[in-house]
């Protein structure tokens, strides 16, 4: 229960920073809300994955490592567009600041829930 809890407020806290990048009334641009696209994506790569893979052989797996390297790209790519938001003046770099705060705290976040819940125990997240 109070990993739950923790989860949430993290979720919380990530996507207020991203609102304080966009709602603040000397930014006011909503660009940075793509980045939501980002957090639904990255964790579908790996529980794809993890459906469809095997974890009792100990070499790895191509499957597994595709699904690594599809999720990294994912998450370089949320971190990189606000950047170049910034750089493309369509955002303030104090607004990019903020978004990108709020990328760290939800990742952490989704880091958190794949390492909590992701066991393959009797209360897994595998279970829905």
Known sequence: VVALISLSFGGAVGLMFLMLGCALPQYNQYWPLFVLFFYILSPIPYCIARRLVDD?????????????????????????????????????????????????????????????????????????
């Open 56 to 128: 009792t052989d100990a070499t790895s797996n191509a499957c597994k490592e595709l699904a690594i390297f599809l999720t990294t790209g994912i998450v370089v790519s949320a971190f990189g567009l606000p950047i170049v938001f910034a750089r493309a003046e369509l955002i303030y770099w104090g607004a990019c600041a903020l978004v990108l705060t709020g990328n760290t705290v939800i990742f952490a976040t989704i880091l958190g829930f794949f390492v909590v819940f992701g066991s393959n125990d009797d209360f897994s997240w595998q279970q829905w």
